[in-house]
């Protein structure tokens, strides 16, 4: 595969009926005046280029090239004998035409029919013995301008390369809601008795879950849209509160898979079908109880991607769930009672932030503490602090104005 770029790197994808042995792969970054990849010296200044390879593929990457080098390696992709070949271009181009903009030029369709009517390329072709298939060269480019007019029969280029052209094939679809969070493999509801608190490690951001007898709370979903809670809450009939500590790329996306899957399953009670088996076991997603959400627009949000606040609230529209704000209240702050239930307990939220007025309360980060006063009088209350993203005085702040009362040491 061959895959250009422009000052920004960008990643050259395989072609699907490819299998690589990530072990046997290699990576050679090349710049002039450094140790440069053999066969390829001296580059012009500022090009860089990536270099993979394996037993069964090989990618190139061309960072910032001239037109010299950029045709150079586009006539040894062509004359590879490898059955499946992959071109990507990608980087700053003509609005008008399209035409990529190179480090010494520029590069457009024309150019590219140049290389691939190129004498020495058509008689060293002329030469060796057919493939038994067409080798096949997909071309992932710009959709406009001269690109446009590329079209992937070019007059006598089947007789001669022997080549096929497959141009901006279609991207790969996303897993479906029932793929990206699997049905679980057995049966049966988990029962959480004790209070307990569960970290779910994230990459950019983290989920929390917590528990006690006879409710529970879901706290973010973290950055990872696999939902790293998962494989827990498919095993419980409810989840009753569902707290957003703030909105963003780290805290929301795992949780809009789990909305997805819900709409998901909702559509597949109506659509009937299949055997019930199979439909019982796609809908095992839990209920969902109240949904704490300052809803604001994102603070972080990944580049040309969909705002992950906006979603969150789209779906949760079309579950029919209205988010509820949180703010502190006055001083000395009294408690949300989440759950009480004579002989078990009572579990108290207090609100240290944001404050209850002022534009601060939308843009900000919840904190928020959990305090479970179980019942019986030998327990211990447990405290869990969520502080999301506050700023630590803030979150002091909100320490200074909180009573908090205690039977028994926590």
Known sequence: GLALTGPPLALAPCHPSLTVPMGSCSLRVTRRGQDLTPGRPDSPTGQRSLHHRGDNLETLVLLNPSDKSLCDELRNLLLDPASHKLLVFAGPCLEETGELLLQTGGFSPHHFLQVLKDREIRDILATTPPPVQPPVLTITCPTFGDWAQLAPAVPGLQGTLRLQLRLNPPSLEPPSPFELLEPPTSGGFLRLGRPCCYIFPGGLGDAAFFAVNGFTVLVNGGSNPKSSF???????????????????????????????????????????????????????????????????????????????????????????????????????????????????????????????????????????????????????VVRVLFPGCTPPACLLDGLVGLQVPATTPG
């Open 230 to 380: 998962w494989k827990l809450v498919r095993h419980l009939d409810r989840v009753d509160a569902v707290l957003v500590t703030h909105p963003g790329a780290d805290s929301l996306p795992g949780l809009n898979s789990l909305l997805r899957r819900k709409l998901a399953e909702r559509s597949e009670v109506a659509a009937g079908g299949g055997s019930w088996d199979d439909r019982l076991r796609r809908l095992i997603s839990p209920n969902l109880g109240v949904v704490f959400f300052n809803a604001c627009e994102a603070a972080s949000r990944l580049a040309r991607g969909e705002d992950e606040a906006e979603l969150a609230l789209s779906l949760l529209a079309q579950l029919g769930i209205t988010p509820l704000p949180l703010s502190r209240g006055p001083v000395p702050a009294k408690p949300t009672v989440l759950f009480e239930k004579m002989g078990v307990g009572r579990l108290d939220m207090y609100v240290l932030h944001p404050p209850s007025a002022g534009a601060e309360r939308t843009l900000a980060s919840v904190c928020a503490l959990l305090v479970w006063h179980p019942a019986g009088p030998g327990e211990k």
